[in-house]
T-cell receptor, first 113, second 114 residues
Framework: TQLLEQSPQFLSIQEGENLTVYCNSS?????LQWYRQEPGEGPVLLVTVVTGGEVKKLKRLTFQFGDARKDSSLHITAAQPGDTGLYLCAGAANAGNNRKLIWGLGTSLAVNP | DSGVTQTPKHLITATGQRVTLRCSPRSGDLSVYWYQQSLDQGLQFLIQYYNGEERAKGNILERFSAQQFPDLHSELNLSSLELGDSALYFCASSVGTATQETQYFGPGTRLLVL
């Protein structure tokens, strides 16, 4: 069974601090996605990483895909209260037309003003 | 607003009952996915339909079934409900089936089984 482990499970920080959350697996994924979910809403895609070693930036968020395509990290610089939410990573188990995503349990982030 | 709609928003029912959850995908999206989200198990993929046909199956119980209709809306049927079926049920849609496509999630249906 392919699993994605996310750490930490919970994180509470002050506005302006930096943080990194991790998504790890023993399996190789063809691509990996990061989502943010706010209370009472569905997850919203932030980024998709495809190539081993790839780094993508989205304003204050930096996403990295591990060289072996088994792990990923999300770094937030100068966190703001609007960054509060559940961050989920999802790995694509198969390439091609049969899509199946393996989901982590998420990191619940609270940024306090 | 993702463009995906789900009804009802909340549902309270009793054990042993049957319920139907409805999803309308974004205009033009052919794929519909169903997920169950609970606190202890996170987001679990249940099933995917593409243009009316079942495409992939995840951790869907035999008591659960789904279908996608010609107008592309989808329904998830949950029967012989148990307390443990209480969860958030999300529908998502995408244009096709490629692994890198964005899935757009609806607001979810919160099911409470008493």
């Amino acid at each position: 069974t392919q699993l994605l482990e996310q750490s930490p499970q919970f994180l509470s920080i002050q506005e302006g601090e930096n943080l990194t959350v991790y998504c790890n697996s023993s399996s190789v994924f063809s691509s990996l996605q990061w989502y943010r979910q706010e209370p009472g809403e569905g997850p919203v895609l932030l980024v998709t990483v495809v190539t081993g070693g790839e780094v993508k930036k989205l304003k204050r968020l930096t996403f990295q895909f591990g060289d072996a395509r088994k792990d990923s990290s999300l770094h937030i610089t100068a966190a703001q209260p609007g960054d509060t939410g559940l961050y989920l990573c999802a790995g694509a188990a198969n390439a091609g037309n049969n899509r199946k995503l393996i989901w982590g349990l998420g990191t619940s982030l609270a940024v306090n003003p | 607003d993702s463009g995906v709609t789900q009804t009802p928003k909340h549902l309270i029912t009793a054990t042993g009952q049957r319920v139907t959850l409805r999803c309308s995908p974004r205009s033009g999206d052919l794929s519909v996915y169903w997920y169950q989200q609970s606190l202890d198990q996170g987001l679990q993929f249940l099933i995917q339909y593409y243009n009316g046909e079942e495409r992939a199956k995840g951790n869907i119980l035999e008591r659960f079934s789904a279908q996608q209709f010609p107008d592309l809306h989808s329904e998830l049927n949950l029967s012989s409900l148990e307390l443990g079926d209480s969860a958030l049920y999300f529908c998502a849609s995408s244009v096709g089936t490629a692994t890198q496509e964005t899935q757009y999630f609806g607001p979810g249906t919160r099911l409470l089984v008493l």
